[in-house]
């Protein structure tokens, strides 16, 4: 069984930044590949990023790329997603996954999934 905890949510100025985190906990979880999805409100959950679990893969959804980057320490068993530049858009409640695959995150069939943290990007 894997945990999941997202942390560094929060309300951000349209253009400004936010780094989120997640921390991994339980047997098997550095094998994994771990990633971020979000959910707007109405909207369904969708592919934001994703990391292999030797961080030598990385895939970020094309509305994200330039502003968005994944990055992941085995070390403290933690994924982060930094965000730049954030749009109204980007407001979502975004969501920590593992999975055996990248591609089972990029699908939305992870493996594993956080609670979620909130992102609220005002005008």
């Known amino acids: 069984q894997v945990q999941l905890v997202e942390s560094g949510g929060g309300l951000v100025p349209a253009g400004g930044s936010l780094n989120l985190s997640c921390i991994s906990s339980g047997r098997g979880s550095l094998s994994f590949a771990m990633g971020w999805c979000r959910q707007a409100p109405g909207k369904e959950r969708e592919f934001v990023a994703a990391?292999?679990?030797?961080?030598?893969?990385?895939i970020v959804a094309e509305a994200m790329q330039g502003r968005f980057t994944i990055s992941r320490d085995n070390d403290k068993r933690a994924v982060y997603l930094q965000m730049d530049n954030l749009k109204v858009e980007d407001t979502a409640v975004y969501y920590c996954a593992a999975a055996d695959r990248g591609a089972h995150i990029i699908a939305g069939l992870a493996d594993y999934w956080g609670q979620g943290t909130q992102v609220t990007v005002s005008s």
């Open positions: 990391m292999s679990w030797s961080g030598t893969t990385t």
